[in-house]
């Protein structure tokens, strides 16, 4: 059996093989490394004994501390609530009318109503609350289907629109496709964009649609487009569409309407968190008094 080779330098074993006259050694791992790993396996070991770690044939063991990140949340929610008690306590107990009068708490359900939008509302309406063109509408500006004081804001998100929430607000366009000739529909549907043309001002009453929209179309929308937020009948006489303002979009919207739906959010939030969004709708640029 062969002597083990040293190196003179070092004075560490080799291990028989050479590269260009560059010898292996067999360095031992230092002492101190090895300390620090088998520390670090004792660590690991008491992690798993303490918290939350691996998976069982009946869920995952939850360790001998009984912590969970789900807790942690429960408790801070819970403190949460808690500190903000007072104010919302009185957030309840003032008018929904009264609450942007008083400053201080106007600027909180502002602030609490931003971050409730961006978690109910942003998907449909957008994080800036400008609407998704073709199916939601923006909300900072003056258009309001069913009306922009911010008691009609509380309502509407309360109880919703089409949610089929005994309260919520509801109505329905007829399929005019089946009522009127497609050369009705579209003569009424040129009438109805030039609503919003002031140029055809003076012309617009010898439209061939102007009577087909006085007899199907003005007890919703207003003999002049002007809308009807009893029925959330939008406005034809500006320039603002949901579901388009083209002729074929209009022409569209007569034959088969389109008609949105919002959830009910009584039964998904608090009474505290649906005024915080109703003064953070309202404040954002296009409430109404």
């Known amino acids: 059996m062969a002597v083990p080779e040293h190196d003179p330098l070092t004075g560490y074993k080799t291990t028989g093989h050479e590269w260009d006259g560059i010898t292996e050694l067999t360095t031992p791992i230092p002492s101190w490394w090895?300390?620090?790993?088998?520390?670090?396996?004792?660590?690991?070991?008491?992690?798993?004994?303490?918290?939350?770690?691996?998976?069982?044939?009946?869920?995952?063991?939850?360790?001998?501390?009984?912590?969970?990140?789900?807790?942690?949340?429960?408790?801070?929610?819970?403190a949460g609530r808690a500190a903000q008690a007072t104010w919302r306590s009185a957030l309840v107990a003032t008018p929904i009318e009264a609450i942007?009068?008083?400053?201080?708490?106007?600027?909180?359900?502002?602030?609490?109503?931003?971050?409730?939008?961006?978690?109910?509302?942003?998907?449909?309406h957008g994080v800036g609350a400008g609407g998704q063109i073709g199916q939601f509408p923006a909300l900072v500006d003056d258009d309001?289907?069913?009306?922009?004081?911010?008691?009609?804001?509380?309502?509407?998100?309360?109880?919703?629109?089409?949610?089929?929430?005994?309260e919520a607000r509801d109505s329905a366009m007829p399929a005019f496709g089946e009522l009127i000739s497609a050369q009705e529909i579209d003569a009424v549907a040129r009438f109805v964009l030039a609503l919003s043309d002031p140029t055809t001002l003076a012309s617009?009453?010898?439209?061939?649609?102007?009577?087909?929209?006085?007899?199907?179309?003005?007890?919703?929308?207003?003999?002049?487009?002007?809308?009807?937020?009893?029925?959330?009948?939008?406005?034809?006489?500006?320039?603002?569409?949901?579901?388009?303002?083209?002729?074929?979009?209009?022409?569209?919207q007569i034959v088969v309407p389109r008609m949105g739906m919002m959830p009910a959010f009584t039964t998904r939030l608090d009474d505290e968190t649906i005024r915080m969004l109703s003064v953070y709708v309202h404040t954002l640029g296009g409430g109404e008094r």
């Open 34 to 78: 090895v300390t620090v790993f088998l520390a670090s396996c004792f660590v690991a070991v008491l992690y798993m004994w303490l918290f939350p770690s691996f998976a069982t044939t009946g869920g995952y063991y939850r360790g001998s501390l009984g912590w969970s990140s789900r807790g942690d949340l429960v408790d801070d929610v819970a």
């Open 100 to 124: 942007e009068a008083n400053e201080d708490l106007r600027r909180f359900a502002t602030t609490g109503g931003r971050a409730a939008f961006g978690q109910n509302c942003a998907p449909c």
């Open 144 to 166: 309001w289907l069913w009306g922009g004081t911010i008691a009609d804001i509380y309502q509407t998100i309360r109880f919703g629109i089409r949610s089929g929430h005994e």
């Open 204 to 252: 617009r009453q010898q439209m061939p649609g102007a009577p087909i929209y006085a007899t199907n179309c003005a007890a919703c929308h207003g003999a002049a487009g002007e809308g009807g937020r009893d029925f959330g009948a939008p406005r034809l006489n500006d320039a603002i569409w949901l579901y388009g303002g083209t002729l074929e979009d209009v022409r569209k």
